[in-house]
C-alpha cells in the first residue's frame, strides 16, 4: 500500500474513493461482514481492487453496465466498488424477483455481464443456473457465479465529472408497468454518503445494521456507502427477521439502524410475543424510512428503545434522501423533518404550479444534487419528472409546518408501499389480465397497521370458475412475493364509470371493508 496521503473530501470523483480516507488511518478497522466473510477497510479495499482486475478479465470496459443478482452480502460492496474502479455502472437486483423482471432489468439495462450471489441466496443459485452461469473464485470474497458475457452491448461514453459519470442504475417499477432504469451518479451517491454520515453522527466506532437491501437505494446509499463515508463498520444480513434484528441489537454492540415501519412493527411484535423486553445497550440512532410512519408506531418503538425514532423521506431518484429529522432536535410528530442542506424543497398547487403557503397541501417538487441524472434509455419521461429548471415533481403530497418541517400527506400517484417495497398496481393488473380466464382487474393498496397490502379485485369470464386458489400459482410465477396479493376477490362486475374506467376510490374503500355504494355499478 503506497503512503500518499488520501485526497481531499471535495477532490474525490468516484465512490470508491470514499474508502482512502480509512484504508490510510484504521486499515484494520471493520468495513463490512456477513455471515461468510469480515472484511477490515484494507481487506475490502485490497478485495474490490482484485475484483475490479477479474472484472476487466471478463471483458468489463469503462462505460460497461454491470449486473449483480443477489441478497446483501460483503461480495456485493465490493462488486459496487469495483464497478466504480472501472467507470462501469453498477446494477443490483433481489434475486427474490421474478425471473420475469430479472430478464427484463438483464435486458433494458444492456449488461455486459451478470454475477450471481448464491453462497447468500439459494433464489441467486436458481437464477444462476438458468442463465448458465460458472462458478469462480474471487479474490478475498469466495465463489461468485458469473453470467455469459453479452458480446454486443456498448458502453456508455465516460466522464471525469462526478455528476456526470453514472455509478449506479437502480431498477424501479414504472407506472406504466414497464421498468425505470434510475441513473445516479457519483456525485449523487456521495452527496447521500455525506448526508447520512453528518445527519446521523456516524463516524469510526459506530456499527451499523445493515439488513436493508442493497437492491434498494437507502440499502446502497445511505447505509453501505454512508458507511463508508464514516468510517464505520457495518453487518449485512441478506433477509430481515425479527429475532436476527433483537439479536443484534442487545448482543452485537450495533449503535445505529434505519429500517422500513413494518421491520420495527414485526420487531415489538416479536418482543411482544416471545415476552423478552427488547435491549439495546450500543443503540444510539434509529431510524425509519421508506413508508408513512404513524405515531403509534413511534411511540411503541421509542418505549420498547428508550430513545427517539427518526424520520426520513426520500426516493430512488433522489439518492435517496430528501428531508430528516436531525438528532439534535427529536421529534414529537411524524414529520419527516426538514430538507438536507443543499435540497431545495417546493410545495406547489399541482394545477397552477405556484408555490402555497406553510400549512397547505401540496405536489412536493425538489432540485439539488441529489437528483438523478435521468432514467436510463427515456428521455421523455425524464423530461416529464424534470422541469427545464431542474425540480423534480416526487408525485408525493405534502405540508410544510410554520418552522418549515415537512409533513408527507400522502400520494397522488397509485403507488403502494408494502414493507418498504413499491408496487405499482398497473404491473399486478397486467400480469392478472393476462390469465385467459380474467376479463379485467384492478389492484388497490389497503392500510394494516403499519404497513399496506395489496389487494386484487377481478372480474372472470362467463363462466369461469376460476378462484383464488388456481390464481396464486400463476402469480408467484410471474411476480415477486412482495406484488402478489394478499387478498384476490372475485367480482361480477367491477365498478366502472359511465366511460367505463375502473373506479378505484369505491374499489379501496371496499378493500378496507366498508360496502360499495349501491351507485358504483355502472358497467
Sequence with gaps: MTSTPAPATSAISRIHQLLDEWVSSQPQALAVRDAHVTLGYAGLDAAAQAAARQLAELQVRPGD???????NCAAIAALVLAA???????????????????????????????????????????????????????????????????????????????????????YTSGTSGAPKGVMLTHANLMFAARSAREVRGL????????????????????????????????????RYTPAGLAQALSQEGVTAFTGVPAMFAKLLDWSREN?????????????VVGSPLTPGLKAGVEAALGLPLHNGYGLTETAPTIAQTRIESPRDDCTVGFALAGVQTRVVDACTGLDLAAGEVGELRVRGPNLMKGYYRNEALTREAIDADGWF???????????????????????????????????????????????????????????????????????????????????????????????????????????????????????QGEEMPAHAHHG
Design 84 to 170: 466504480s474502479m472501472l467507470d462501469a455502472w453498477s446494477i443490483v437486483v433481489n434475486a427474490r424477483l421474478s425471473e420475469r423482471e430479472i430478464d427484463t432489468f438483464i435486458a433494458h439495462s444492456g449488461a455486459r455481464r451478470v454475477i450471481y450471489t448464491c453462497h447468500v441466496s439459494s433464489d441467486a443459485l436458481r437464477h444462476a443456473q438458468r442463465q448458465g452461469a460458472e462458478a469462480m473464485g474471487w479474490h478475498g470474497l469466495g465463489t461468485l457465479h458469473v453470467g455469459p458475457l453479452a458480446a454486443d452491448v456498448q458502453p456508455e461514453a465516460c466522464a471525469e465529472a462526478a455528476d456526470e459519470q453514472v455509478a449506479a442504475l437502480i
Design 393 to 511: 415533481n416526487t408525485g408525493d403530497m405534502a405540508r410544510r409546518d410554520a418552522d418549515g418541517a415537512l409533513h408527507i400527506v400522502g400520494r397522488s400517484k397509485e403507488l403502494i408501499i408494502r414493507s418498504g417495497f413499491n408496487v405499482y398496481p398497473v404491473e399486478v393488473e397486467q400480469v392478472l389480465n393476462s390469465h385467459p380466464e380474467v376479463v379485467q382487474s384492478a389492484v388497490v393498496g389497503r392500510t394494516v397497521g403499519h404497513n399496506e397490502e395489496v389487494v386484487a379485485f377481478v372480474e372472470r369470464v362467463a363462466g369461469s370458475q376460476l378462484d383464488d386458489e388456481a390464481m396464486r400459482p400463476f402469480l408467484r410465477e410471474r411476480l415477486s412475493p412482495y406484488k402478489v396479493p394478499s387478498e384476490i376477490r372475485f367480482l361480477a362486475q367491477l365498478p366502472s364509470a359511465p366511460t367505463g374506467k375502473i373506479l378505484k376510490n369505491v374499489l379501496k374503500t371496499l378493500a
Design 275 to 287: 415476552a423478552l423486553p427488547l435491549t439495546a445497550p450500543a443503540l444510539r440512532f434509529a431510524c
Design 203 to 238: 463516524g469510526p466506532g459506530d456499527l451499523i445494521y445493515g439488513v436493508l437491501p442493497m437492491a434498494h437505494v437507502v440499502g446502497l446509499s445511505t447505509q453501505f456507502l454512508g458507511c463508508m463515508a464514516s468510517g464505520a463498520g457495518l453487518v449485512l444480513e441478506s
Design 65 to 71: 453496465r454491470v449486473l449483480v443478482v443477489g441478497e
